[in-house]
């Protein structure tokens, strides 16, 4: 059997796989939310002990919550926008 001379088409498995930092980010904030979740549902169940998660999930989320979807924001932001400034005046736009 010979291989087939055609080139595959489509997208490059690198562009179908979110970068490293974004697979980070997503991950902290899974680790993050889970834990502040689980503080204030397993409250019936184990009582004030499971508030003990609830600083395990902020510093997964370095900080507080919306911080965290600030700088995922960014993170998927990154390399697409570029600030330019003129005359005092600055505008965000597509790079490219």
Same mark, same amino acid.
């Given at each position: 059997? !010979? *291989?087939? *001379? !055609?080139?595959?088409?489509?997208? !490059? *498995? ?5 970068? %490293?930092?974004? /697979? /980070?980010? &997503?991950?902290?904030? %899974?680790?993050?939310?889970? @834990?502040? @979740?689980?503080?204030? %549902?397993?409250?019936?169940? @184990? ?6 998660? @609830? *600083? ?15 700088? &995922? ?15 005092? /005046?600055?505008?965000?736009?597509? /790079?490219?």
């Amino acid at each position: 059997m !010979t *291989p087939d *001379p !055609t080139p595959v088409t489509g997208p !490059t *498995p690198s562009a179908v796989r979110p970068p %490293a930092s974004l /697979r /980070r980010h &997503l991950a902290r904030g %899974a680790v993050g939310f889970g @834990a502040l @979740a689980g503080s204030l %549902a397993l409250l019936p169940v @184990a009582g004030p002990v499971s508030l003990l998660l @609830a *600083p395990a999930g902020l510093i997964a989320l370095r900080g507080c919550p919306m911080c965290w979807v600030m700088g &995922l924001v960014e993170t998927v932001s990154a390399g697409r926008l570029e600030r330019t400034c003129k005359d005092g /005046r600055c505008e965000v736009n597509r /790079r490219g």
